[in-house]
């Protein structure tokens, strides 16, 4: 991995990690556009199950 | 002390998450059809110094649940037997609502009702006294306009005075042997009596000891005594109703709804008005927005240029012009025909007309092997499918349910909609109109959706015939009065939508296109930059140096880590008429469709010279593939566009399939067939058009 040739790079450098990061935690807990509730209140097939 | 609770409990469309917003001052989706609120949502305000936590439930027509989406309102209900109800009554259908309230009341339960629509039963003349309603019941009983925020605050007053309802119900001899068997009281043993129909969580319902005695009833004798329930409860509801109303009862019909539906709902005539309206909608859509569109493209191309000379050349600057403006700006470009759709669909949802529609397509959607109610969801499909998919739990039968939630993500969500306008102004503008009012623009558009309702409905229909086999269950959906909009609703729904946009290009989209473009700069490949380092030895024209300067930019890009990737998979979609900056901006989609937009935004800006500010489209449309012909053309683009129109590109819809199916296995099928479908669509297209002559 070669070093950045300058400070701007640097900064640059420090901003795609930054946003990686931020892509990294995001997709993790898939909260993106609606909030999907991790928790069902209903299974699909609680009510129509056949027994 | 925890907070009081306040249960919101109604019938479906009569107003509960418009009193609920009203109160707690919170934007909870609304909307004139039943069936909109699916899930439980609760907020806590303060009433008369005291915590309240009021809760909005899914509507329903009793408490023996036939959906899932009822099934949360009765859980609720049973699993919080201190709680404060209020009951909600639509004033013009107000049988159906004290129907519930016979079931809703039980010993301990305190009861406060609201008669929703005053404003709308007064226009209709029907005419009910809460006053005498609320003597006969001995609970509060207030009519309100439940848009109005300080009618709806009176509402919490009632509380004070809230109380179990007195009802004469006259329940038969075998509820009450029942009831004294179980030791419950009778109101318990009435619904054990009407669950027995529904075997499926009557236990968990009701308790065992009870359930079982309700099960080993037989046939006939249950058949009866659930008669004579249903009998007691409407003989009490009419009572109600006559105490309320002192007139002699006269015609009310609603005569504005029944005159309008006479066209709408015609065989014929209402397809055509439909056919119409749609017409209209995109023809707005795409021609409509074109202004703003460019005015947000102009605004782009100077803050592009602004930064160039403002800061000097360096990796920074590119970060911020080839990145960050170019990935988010061509995004943002299309947030006036998101709000437009969104505004559209606001309207057709609020004013009833949706519930027609679902209505004209119920015979389509039989011979399919669906119930048309599995429309409603579809349609609303259009707007996003993470709220379509849980919204199918209005559909009673799971395998109905099922079908429905793995088709509905191929209608076109509005994340499609920058993609579809991008291909199309690239490749089919300036064709000439059609029929004199269409732009040409405007009907691929609308075909695309088109093909995208014919896709789900042909999936839907296979699905039923082959893996999820079974009786479709009739139709019935009631039918909601037509409501002209008010326009700080929909004004109010539209901006909170293009706000989650927003939120979305600000957030995710930005970050993504801050790491595409570190992709498509690194690793840094060394040899070009000796190779035309030794080109430009000597030369000084300027013209000459310029050359050798595109010529490197566009190297660096085919060598970095995304080019190396769109490479690799060149040769897959090369069938398909794409090539490898096209397949970067395919890869980056199956995050989030309009990511192609930012995408294509980073892979083509990048290439381009710096000091031209050129718009994507015109980046697009002059973009010449590696043996120099044009890439975008109407078949290529084409082939783009039927790609885009089946895959399965969203994250966050799988993330709801498994949240509704509790399983990964119809998420990862759902995104398998339609990916296939994708693929081999645009393939058929690119290869038979080709050799059709096609270009
Ligand atoms: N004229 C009038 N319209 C109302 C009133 N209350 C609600 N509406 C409209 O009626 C429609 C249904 O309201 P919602 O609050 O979504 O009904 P809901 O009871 O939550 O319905 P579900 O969630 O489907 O059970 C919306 O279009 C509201 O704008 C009212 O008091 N008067
Ligand atoms: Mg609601």
Known sequence: MRMPSSAGEAIAWVIVALAAIYLVTRFTGIRWRPKVLQKPDVPLSNLTKKR | ?695
């Open chain 2, 1 to 695: 002390m925890s907070a009081s609770k306040l249960l919101l409990v109604g019938n479906p469309n009569s107003g509960k998450t418009t009193l609920f917003n009203a109160l707690a001052g919170m934007r909870a989706r609304t909307g004139n059809y039943p069936g909109i609120t699916v899930e439980k949502r609760s907020a806590s305000l303060e009433h008369q110094g005291k915590a309240l936590e009021l809760i909005d439930l899914p509507g329903t027509y009793s408490l023996t649940p036939n959906s899932p989406d009822e099934e949360v309102a009765e859980r609720e209900l049973r699993n919080c037997p201190e709680a404060n109800v209020l009951v909600v009554v639509d004033a013009t259908a107000i049988s159906r609502g004290l129907y519930l309230l016979t079931d809703v009341a039980r010993p301990g339960r305190k009861i406060t009702v609201a008669l929703t629509m005053a404003d709308e039963a007064k226009r209709r003349g029907i005419e009910i006294s809460a006053q005498a309603l609320s003597e006969t019941l001995n609970v509060p009983v207030r009519a309100v306009d439940a848009r109005d925020r300080e009618a709806a605050r009176a509402l919490l007053r009632d509380l004070e005075n809230a109380a179990e309802v007195t009802l004469d119900l006259d329940y038969p001899g075998l509820v009450t042997k029942l009831a004294r068997d179980a030791d419950v009281p009778e109101s318990e043993a009435a619904r054990a009596v009407m669950g027995a129909a529904h075997p499926e969580s009557i236990e968990e319902r009701l308790g065992d000891s009870l359930a079982k005695r309700a099960l080993a009833l037989a046939p006939e004798e249950l058949a009866a005594a659930q008669e004579a329930v249903a009998c007691a409860r409407y003989a009490c509801t009419e009572a109600l109703k006559s105490a309320a109303t002192s007139a002699p009862p006269k015609a009310t019909n609603d005569t504005r709804t029944e005159a309008i539906d006479r066209v709408l709902l015609h065989p014929i005539l209402g397809l055509l008005v439909f056919a119409l309206v749609m017409g209209l909608l995109f023809e707005g859509l795409f021609s409509g927005a074109d202004p703003f569109i460019e005015l947000i493209e102009g605004a782009v191309g100077s803050a592009q240029s602004l930064v160039r000379t403002m800061m000097g050349e360096s990796v920074l600057r590119d970060l911020i012009t080839d990145g960050v403006i170019a990935g988010v700006g061509n995004v943002v470009v299309f947030v006036p025909q998101i709000a437009m759709l969104f505004l559209a669909i606001a309207f057709l949802e609020d004013s009833g007309y949706l519930a027609r529609v679902a209505f004209l397509i119920d015979r389509v959607m039989r011979g399919i092997g669906l119930q048309g109610g599995a429309f409603v969801p579809m349609l609303s499909g259009f707007a996003c499918a993470v709220p379509a998919v849980m919204g199918t739990r209005t559909i009673a039968s799971e395998k109905d349910r099922l079908v429905t939630m793995l088709a509905l993500p191929l209608t076109s969500c509005s994340a499609r909609l920058p993609v579809y306008v991008l291909i199309i102004a690239v490749v089919f503008a300036g064709e000439s109109r059609v029929l004199g009012i269409f732009s040409m623009g405007a009907v691929v558009l609308f075909s695309m959706y088109m093909l995208s309702v014919l896709g789900a409905l042909g999936a839907a229909a296979i699905m039923r015939r082959t893996i999820l086999k079974g009786p479709t269950p009739p139709f019935v959906m009631e039918l909601p009065p037509y409501r002209m909009p008010t326009l700080g609703a929909l004004l109010r729904i539209t901006w909170s939508k293009v706000k989650g946009f927003l939120i979305d290009a600000g957030s995710v989209i930005l970050a993504l296109s801050i790491v595409l473009w570190a992709l498509l700069t690194y690793p840094v490949h060394e040899e070009s930059v000796a190779h035309y380092a030794a080109q430009r030895e000597g030369v000084t024209d300027a013209a000459e140096l310029e050359a050798i300067d595109q010529a490197q930019r566009a190297a660096l890009l085919e060598h970095s880590a995304a080019g190396s990737l769109g490479k690799a998979i060149e040769p897959i979609i090369e069938p398909l008429g794409m090539d490898w900056r096209i397949g970067v901006g395919i890869v980056g989609s199956f995050a989030a469709r309009e990511v192609l937009v930012s995408t294509l935004g980073i892979v083509f800006g990048s290439g381009e010279a710096d000091e031209e500010s050129e718009s994507l489209r015109e980046q697009l449309s002059s973009a010449t593939r590696a043996d120099g012909s044009q890439l975008m053309t109407p078949l290529s683009g084409l082939a783009l566009l039927i790609f885009f129109v089946f895959a399965c590109q969203c994250m966050s819809t799988l993330a709801a399939v498994k949240r509704e199916t509790q399983s990964w296995k119809w998420p990862l099928f759902m995104f398998g067939y339609m990916t296939v479908l994708a693929y081999v669509s645009a393939l058929l297209v690119y290869q038979v058009g080709g050799m059709m002559g096609f270009t």
